[in-house]
Nanobody, 117 residues
Framework: QVQLVESGGDLVQPGGSLRLSCAAS????????MGWYRQAPGKQRELVAA???????NYADFVKGRFTISRDNAKNTVYLQMNSLSSEDTAVYYC???????????WGQGTQVTVSS
C-alpha cells in the first residue's frame, strides 16, 4: 500500500519560515519524481516545486528564491523549506509522487499552512 504522509504545516507569521516533510512508503522512492503542490481556498491546485529522481528541480515562479525542495532517498522523504512566507502562501500543501514511465501517480492527504499575523 502506497502512503505519502505530509507534516510540518502550521500557523506562521508573515516573513517566517516552515519546513514541510513528506514521508513515502510502498514505492521505490528513488525512482519517482517528488513534488509539492498547493491549493488555496477557491483556487486550483498548483505546482510549487518538484525534484526528479535525477536531481533536477522545477519551481513555480512565485516561490523562486524563497522555497527549496530537497529529498533524502535513504529516508524516503522529500522536504520543502519555505522562507519569507506571505499571506499569499496560505494553502493546503500536498505531496505527489510521480513515475511517468510506469504511469503511476500518488498523492498525500495534505498539510495546512497558514500565514497570518
Amino acid at each position: 500500500q502506497v502512503q505519502l504522509v505530509e507534516s510540518g504545516g502550521d500557523l506562521v507569521q508573515p516573513g517566517g519560515s516552515l519546513r514541510l516533510s513528506c514521508a513515502a512508503s510502498g514505492i521505490n522512492f528513488s525512482f519517482y519524481t517528488m513534488g509539492w503542490y498547493r491549493q488555496a481556498p477557491g483556487k486550483q491546485r498548483e505546482l510549487v516545486a518538484a525534484r526528479s529522481s535525477g536531481g533536477s528541480t522545477n519551481y513555480a515562479d512565485f516561490v523562486k528564491g524563497r522555497f527549496t525542495i530537497s529529498r533524502d532517498n535513504a529516508k524516503n522523504t522529500v522536504y520543502l523549506q519555505m522562507n519569507s512566507l506571505s499571506s499569499e502562501d496560505t494553502a493546503v500543501y500536498y505531496c505527489k509522487a510521480n513515475q511517468v514511465r510506469l504511469g503511476r501517480e500518488y498523492w498525500g492527504q495534505g498539510t495546512q499552512v497558514t500565514v497570518s499575523s
